[in-house]
């Protein structure tokens, strides 16, 4: 049967006569070429993907390609995953090509062009999930495509990895706990994060456990950098019952509220304990070193090309993906003061970073 099906094969000679069109406007198509009428488009990537053509392989002595795709390359954070995808990877004698386009929920809409021209075998993004028309035009030219940590909860046919991140959130929240804190304040991500939403929950229900409630002017949404750590932490320890830990949803912003804490004239951990969110190598190197919540964005990068592999060879894969998370306990932490001092006023946020 299979050998039936492979004889029968559809060449684009045949696309083209029964899409009505010519040959070279299947090739303008399959190439991502812009001077092609968005219906003459419609209906060719839908004959190619009712067909499942397959393009040819490439030229020999021509290495594959691996595109990631990121909104933003200027983290940490993202220097984790694309460890992760190059060493499968290269594991595979395939070369990565990065790209940075559009928001944390989608890629912008010129991406797909010079994706489409770059031929890559598969594609990881860092994004919510893709817009129905780039997902048919991927499918089209047998491109297959994964979601890492998505901002978004995916849509059940969308291949994505993530990690435990409501699970982290407990995990953080309790050990404050377990240590004697009772103000334990949250700066997690955008509120219109997944992850930080989740690792939101996560803090609730590990102070619903502990039969503590959570109080609303201990919650802030920040954007997983310094800054905004820094600036929320300032807010935090001003209030009149300050809190005596913060969880904060990433490494960088915890790196904000220990400055904010110093120039608040405050001791971490003695007078505020800080717990951070990914674990990225800066978190051991800091001063004190951080507590924080391992996420294994290693991994995730290559769990997510291992899955990319197996869709492209047609092997039955899960679609949804989730590592687990897991507490390390560095020096950033401890039980809190018998009377917590009140924070001085500190300089401006401009002056003090």
Same mark, same amino acid.
């Given at each position: ?49 009712? %067909? ?13 390609? !691996? ?24 594991? %595979? ?49 047998? !491109?297959?495509?994964?979601? =890492? ?20 959130? =407990? ?5 404050? =706990?377990?240590?004697? %804190? ?63 830990? !913060? ?20 001791? =971490? ?24 919540? %391992? ?59």
């Amino acid at each position: 049967m299979r050998d039936d099906e492979e004889s029968r094969r559809i060449t684009l000679a045949e696309v083209a006569q029964e899409a009505g069109v010519s040959l070279s406007t299947v090739s303008k198509v399959l190439n991502g070429r812009q001077d092609v009428s968005s219906r003459t488009r419609g209906k060719v990537e839908a004959l190619l993907e009712a %067909h499942a053509y397959r393009r040819t392989t490439r030229a020999a002595g021509e290495a594959p390609l !691996i595109e990631l795709v990121f909104h933003e390359l200027d983290s940490v954070w993202s220097m984790e995953l694309i460890r992760g995808v190059e060493n499968l990877a290269k594991a %595979h004698q395939a070369s990565v090509v990065l790209t940075e386009s559009g928001t944390r929920h989608s890629p912008g809409a010129d991406w797909i062009e010079g994706a489409l021209q770059r031929r890559p075998i598969g594609i990881v993004l860092v994004f919510s999930s893709l817009p129905d028309e780039v997902k048919h035009q991927l499918a089209a030219r047998s !491109i297959p495509f994964v979601i =890492v940590d998505p901002a978004g909860d995916p849509e059940p046919d969308v291949p994505s990895v993530g990690s435990a991140n409501w699970s982290g959130g =407990v995990a953080a929240t309790r050990h404050l =706990v377990e240590l004697g %804190h009772r103000r334990i304040a949250i700066i997690t991500g955008p509120e219109d994060v997944l992850c930080s939403l989740a690792r939101l929950d996560g803090y609730r229900s590990a102070l619903g456990m502990a039969g503590l409630e959570s109080d609303p002017a201990l919650i802030r949404f920040g954007d997983f950098h310094v800054e905004g750590g820094y600036a929320h932490a300032l807010d935090l320890l001003r209030l009149p019952d300050r809190p005596t830990a !913060i969880f904060a949803g990433s490494d960088l912003q915890a790196l904000g509220v220990m400055e904010a804490a110093r120039v608040c004239g405050l001791r =971490v951990p003695e007078d505020l304990s800080v717990v951070g969110y990914d674990d990225v190598m800066i978190a051991r190197w800091s001063s004190p070193a951080l507590t924080t919540v %391992h996420q294994p964005l290693r991994q995730m990068g290559e769990e997510a090309v291992q899955m990319l592999l197996r869709l492209r060879a047609g092997e039955p894969s899960v679609t949804r993906l989730e590592l687990a998370t897991s507490l390390v306990v560095r020096n950033s932490t401890a039980p809190p003061p018998e009377k917590p001092m009140p924070a001085s006023s500190p300089p401006s946020a401009r002056g003090a970073m």
